[in-house]
């Protein structure tokens, strides 16, 4: 029989047990702690990267022209990481923002202008967060003129409310949306030997002989340096740069935390790009074989997702589409708000009450409504909004890629943090890359609108 | 009154009015005087920079400035660590407002004239946060100056006087030279100091801790979340860092303590005096998800034999922070735990009472190992403000307060 003492024994036996284990897990604990205090916002601020307009430009050069944009990805993705991870290091390093930098190098006059240039290209992001919305909504059958008012709505709120960081993760989790694409791009059964095959430039591939038959060689004109040009603009944002630099600042990264946030970025940068590279091979096997060679509303966009859910793709493009939107709603007003009454000397953030910051609540919910506004009033234009917007984007990029190279090979700044001569090489070829291609699109569309102005 | 950025770019003169060159920068010296614009880099062209003192400038206008003496008496410019330069060093930078408690960015200086045997002086009377500077600032050299002086008549004026800016400088050389002193900023409530200090960047947050007396620099790390406590602790001296910490409350400095690398907080420690370092080492001991790592061993405890009377004096005659003390610990003869008393009992009671009749009901207190949890419910269930943690023979080892509850229930 058990006696009570016995059994008193074991339990404490237990205890013990129970606590040496408990010990020995201790240090591990609190190192994945301090990683996870770190980690996130490269994550973020990649994943956010995938919004409306993202999956509207993948989408739309998939379907345009198949394979033959995919090369790009892997440039992109070494521009990517190599402009985040400048930024996190002057985060970690400085300990002060982007904006903040500008402001404190360059003079009240550059940062106004900096700051102005910020506001309309990200007022253009927000609308075009406002557009995926307004097409999720029609995807499944509701007026545009209630769900973007209500997700207006519904965003300021929530960031007033300071729940914002809560939904944050919610909107993080749902972003497993994105692998409806990579499931769909497998069940579309695409030559997967070709598609690897074009993230080398095929430029270059069409002189191997042996590849040569499998090669499609883009034709570069314009319209194929708008896809570029947007496809640059949408992965590779300028608010990114604020964003990360601000959020590694209020983490309190430190020079000893710094290598899990370069980790970070690096993991956020390869994961954007994975996700981008399914989207472009589904839609190209799904629509771009099939001749569809233009996505013009959700429903063309959605029947990339048919392998995958049959007559429920739109639904699933739909719930993906809102998500994405809602996310990227949810923290670009904010971000962008803070980042130019922080450069301009204006009381901000959220834990602040209303009169005490006037103009940052003010610019938050001008950035908010007008948004929203706007994308009633231009419905028609929709598409042309979510492709303008990135172009927008593409065109502030090397403004601000400029600012961030000068101010990150400062010694008086960095120390010894500064760029070494190959990361700066880098650097310097995707801005300089940036702002050829962005001069090809201006001429182009200017080109155009003289030779053809109707269109 | 004039401002900064309209002095910025004027052109000089000297006494036969001949041009000298533009306002390139100016500079306070603060060694010799607080707020007097002391010199004025003068440059032209490729030649070599001149400076004009201030005994040199007969007359300032906005965009213009007529010199004394010839151009020859001028002497060429060497950079000073010990002189304050107006664009460099505070437009666009970063202050601390005394006054206003907070961290502010300068837009622009208004400075005033002040006239003596035929010189004019400039001195610097506010820095200009709002948006007058801020138009100022964007316009100047783009619109006509009355337009400038007439929009930003029209916005509300947001300013700051010269005695009530801090500057932030991290360097602690150029910090002496500049006399920047942070008395000002000791005289502050040291949570509205943390929340300054906790705005700007770690060098400056740095420079700022180093430079307070030890009370006040502990008394702001205690309010600091934890990673920059430990951030700051760090870097510090190990000398300063462990009289900051001998400032601390034992239980805080053992918080800060456990953040750090062993070979650090080792290293603290040795530097600490004998009992204070005891103390905390004990305290460190205990897992902070328990009672022992959330007390403090840091309480006041009388006999509960002794009369009112007597433990009144007896308080008078020790140094205790009356502000955080409401409840005092009783022990018994055996140096067991035997009850709390609130002060405002204390207050209340008879002089001869003795204060065992004053006891709290229900008897509580706590083991070390005790999970958190079990404080917690403690706390909530009998609306405690103190409780005692006992070790197994009931000796009390030291206290939990309601604040230590609330900061960790806030994490």
């Known amino acids: 029989m058990w006696s009570r003492e016995s059994l008193e024994a074991m339990g404490e036996r237990w205890t013990e047990r129970v606590q040496s284990v408990r010990d020995a897990i201790r240090p591990f604990r609190r190192r994945i702690m301090l990683f996870l205090a770190v980690v996130g916002p490269g994550l973020i601020v990649s994943n956010v990267d995938n919004d409306a307009g993202g999956i509207y430009t993948y989408a739309q050069s998939g379907a345009k022209y198949g394979n033959a944009v995919l090369w790009s990805l892997i440039p992109m993705t070494i521009a990517l990481y190599v402009s985040l991870e400048m930024c996190s290091r002057m985060g970690a390093f400085t300990g002060k923002g982007l904006s903040d930098l500008v402001r404190e190098e360059f003079g009240f006059r550059v940062t106004f202008f900096l700051m102005a240039a910020v506001l309309f290209v990200n007022l253009g992001n927000v609308m075009a967060e ?10 499944m059958g509701i007026s545009r003129y209630i769900s973007v008012p209500i997700a207006a709505i519904l965003v300021w709120v929530l960031v007033v409310q300071g729940t914002a960081k809560a939904v944050e993760r919610i909107f993080l989790a749902i972003c497993v949306v994105y692998f409806a694409y990579v499931i769909s791009a497998f069940l579309a059964k695409p030559d997967w030997l070709v598609a690897l095959l074009h993230l080398l430039p095929p430029q270059l591939m069409q002189y191997v002989p042996t590849i040569k038959p499998y090669v499609e060689v883009p034709k570069f004109d314009a319209a194929y340096a708008v896809i570029l040009a947007g496809l640059v603009g949408t992965t590779i944002a300028p608010w990114q740069h604020f964003f990360l630099q601000a959020a590694v600042v209020e983490k309190r990264v430190g020079p000893r935390q710094y290598s899990a946030t370069r980790n970070d970025v690096l993991v956020g940068s390869i994961s954007c790009m994975v996700i981008v ?76 009450k209303f009169g005490e910051a006037k103009i940052f609540y003010a610019l938050y919910t001008a950035i908010i409504f007008l948004g929203g506004f706007l994308v009633l009033a231009l419905g028609k234009f929709a598409n042309a909004i979510l492709l303008w917007s990135q172009v927008l984007n593409g065109f502030l990029l090397p403004a601000v890629l400029i600012f961030v190279l000068i101010l990150v090979n400062r010694k008086d700044l960095m120390g010894d943090q500064v760029n070494t001569r190959g990361f700066n090489w880098v650097a310097w070829i995707s801005t300089v890359a940036m702002i050829v291609l962005t001069l090809i699109v201006a001429y182009t569309s200017i080109h155009d609108l003289f030779v053809h102005p109707s269109s | 009154m004039l401002t900064a950025t309209e002095l910025m770019g004027a052109k000089a003169y000297d006494a036969q009015g001949h041009y000298v060159g533009k306002v390139r920068e100016f500079f306070v010296e603060p060694a010799e005087q607080p707020n007097r614009v002391a010199h004025f880099l ?28 010839p151009e020859r008496a001028l002497g060429p410019y060497q950079p000073n660590e010990g002189w304050l330069a107006v664009t460099k060093d505070l437009l666009d930078q970063q202050i601390i407002d005394t006054s206003g408690r907070k961290v502010v960015r300068v837009n622009d200086l208004d400075l005033t004239e002040q006239r003596t045997n035929g010189n004019v002086e400039l001195r610097i009377a506010q820095v200009d946060v709002g948006l007058p500077g801020a138009v100022r600032r964007l316009l100047q050299g783009i619109a006509p100056p009355r337009m400038i002086r007439g ?65 006040t620099a502990a008394a702001v790390l205690a309010e600091l979340d934890a990673r920059l406590t430990t951030q700051i602790v760090e870097k510090l001296d190990p000398g300063k860092a462990a009289d900051i910490l001998e400032e601390m409350a034992p239980d805080a400095a053992a918080d800060v303590l456990g953040e750090l690398s062993k070979e650090t907080s080792e290293e603290l420690l040795e530097e600490m005096p004998g009992q204070e370092a005891n103390e905390v080492r004990e305290l460190l001991e205990f897992d902070p998800a328990t009672a022992g790592g959330m007390m403090n061993t840091d309480f006041v405890f009388v006999g509960d034999k002794s009369l009112r009377d007597e433990v009144v004096e007896w308080m008078r005659e020790q140094d205790l922070n009356l502000d955080q003390l409401d409840t005092i610990v009783l022990l018994d003869g055996g140096a067991q735990f035997s009850g709390t008393v609130s002060v405002a009992r204390l207050l209340l009671a008879e002089p001869g009472q003795s204060l065992s009749e004053l006891k709290m009901e229900p008897l509580l207190n706590i083991q070390p190992n005790a999970d958190e949890k079990d404080v917690f419910e403690l706390f909530d269930k009998y609306n405690l403000r103190m409780l005692t943690v006992v070790d197994e023979d009931g000796r009390p080892l030291g206290v939990i307060t309601v604040d230590d509850v609330v900061s960790k229930l806030l994490k």
């Open chain 1, 130 to 139: 406002f557009t995926g919305v307004f097409w999720a909504s029609e995807a």
């Open chain 2, 42 to 69: 003068l440059a032209r062209g490729s030649f070599q920079p001149l400076v004009a003192r201030h005994d040199q400038v007969a007359t300032i206008e906005a965009g213009k400035v007529e010199l004394s003496v």
């Open chain 1, 277 to 352: 590279f399914f989207i472009i091979v589904c839609t190209a096997s799904t629509l771009h074989v099939k001749g569809i060679l233009d996505v013009d509303n959700a429903g063309t966009a959605a029947i990339a997702l048919r392998p995958l859910a049959g007559k429920f793709a739109s639904l699933l493009f739909a719930v993906g589409l809102l998500n994405a939107s809602l996310f990227a709603a949810s923290i670009l007003p904010l971000s962008t708000s803070y980042v130019v009454c922080e450069a301009l000397g204006f009381e901000s953030g959220i834990d602040r």
């Open chain 2, 151 to 215: 929009l930003q008549n029209r916005l509300p004026a947001k300013t700051i006087r010269w005695e009530f800016v801090n500057l932030v400088e991290p360097d602690p050389l150029r910090r002496l030279k500049l006399r920047i002193t942070h008395e000002k900023l000791e005289d502050l409530h040291p949570a509205d100091l943390a929340d300054i200090v906790e705005e700007l960047s770690p060098a400056e947050r740095q420079g700022i801790i180093a430079s307070l007396d030890e009370e």
